[in-house]
T-cell receptor
């Protein structure tokens, strides 16, 4: 079946620190992979995506590479800001129209 | 930029009452979804809807829940007799027609509080 396993949080970092949030998946076929971000009190917004193996998604300084060999899609950012404090969700879209979400990782960045 | 809109943003209701949550998906989207999130926890799939019928539903989506698209724009989630454990954020989402790899577009959510 399809599933997403995401690094447990919460994560607390100082401003300008390096961020990694791990995400691995199980899927049949060739899924598309996504990172969504949820700021406090808001809905989920797409942060970045990758639709095939070795694709790198990037946005706002965040990056993630679709690794088929390790079934991973880890989120990274070289230098986090206070404004990056949010909950991050890894997700996959199966070959149908079903989406599977990880449990979310809460990130707090302190000045 | 087109967006998914949801109403109400917050509804407080008594246990046992019926609630209808409304969504207006993006106009050229064809698959519609309802998800819920309890207390900022994980995002749980409820139901997907395509071509005026339910495509898939989760175990959460029992007989107390129903969805419909009464006209060409609105997409509603009805909870017939609310329970305390129905208190959550409910998110509507949609995907663009004809994309096999596209993302979900989410609304801002409707917060339901059952007392």
């Amino acid at each position: 079946g399809n599933s997403v396993t995401q690094m447990e949080g919460p994560v607390t970092l100082s401003e300008e620190a390096f961020l990694t949030i791990n995400c691995t998946y199980t899927a049949t076929g060739y899924p598309s992979l996504f990172w969504y971000v949820q700021y406090p009190g808001e809905g989920l917004q797409l942060l970045l995506k990758a639709t095939k193996a070795d694709d790198k998604g990037s946005n706002k300084g965040f990056e993630a590479t679709y690794r088929k060999e390790t079934t991973s899609f880890h989120l990274e950012k070289g230098s986090v800001q206070v404004s990056d404090s949010a909950v991050y969700f890894c997700a996959l879209r199966s070959t149908g129209n079903q989406f599977y979400f990880g449990t979310g990782t809460s990130l707090t960045v302190i000045p | 930029e087109p967006e998914v809109t949801q109403t109400p943003s917050h509804q407080v209701t008594q246990m046992g009452q019926e609630v209808i949550l409304r969504c207006v998906p993006i106009s050229n989207h064809l698959y519609f979804y309802w998800y819920r999130q309890i207390l900022g926890q994980k995002v749980e799939f409820l139901v997907s809807f395509y071509n005026n019928e339910i495509s898939e539903k989760s175990e959460i989506f029992d007989d107390q829940f129903s969805v419909e698209r009464p006209d060409g724009s609105n997409f509603t989630l009805k909870i017939r007799s609310t329970k305390l454990e129905d208190s959550a954020m409910y998110f509507c989402a949609s995907i663009l027609r004809g994309t096999a790899t596209g993302e979900l577009f989410f609304g801002e959510g409707s917060r339901l509080t059952v007392l």
